[in-house]
């Protein structure tokens, strides 16, 4: 088991920054990719970004040159770097963890509001 602990979520002005960190404790060793997905209202949940325990990652079109993800491995923790955010970036952001035996664990979630 694993478990996920999202925080960093807030009310931001359009063009502003945040930082999402997810850390995870219990069977640690056996993490392999950790990732960030989001839900809006209204709309399904969506990848946001990925990142391999080698470090290789990947990104949503839509966040593309705006959003960096990176993880410490000493500290458990993945981080999402949001710049330059934009209303429709408004979501629920989740925290989510594949390990080697390839179960999925998921964060309660965290809420990002981007509005003037």
């Known amino acids: 088991q694993v478990q996920l602990v999202e925080s960093g979520g807030g009310l931001v002005q359009p063009g502003g920054s945040l930082r999402l960190s997810c850390t995870a404790s219990g069977n640690i060793f056996s993490i392999n990719s950790m990732a960030w997905y989001r839900q809006a209202p209204g709309k399904q949940r969506e990848l946001v970004a990925t990142?391999?325990?080698?470090?290789?990652?990947n990104y949503a079109d839509a966040v593309k040159g705006r959003f960096t993800i990176s993880r410490d491995n000493a500290k458990n923790t993945v981080y999402l770097q949001m710049n330059s955010l934009k209303p429709e970036d408004t979501a629920v952001y989740y925290c989510?963890?594949?390990?080697?035996?390839?179960?999925?664990?998921w964060g309660k979630g965290t809420l990002v509001t981007v509005s003037t």
């Open positions: 990142i391999t325990t080698s470090g290789s990652t």
């Open positions: 989510n963890v594949v390990t080697s035996d390839l179960m999925d664990y």
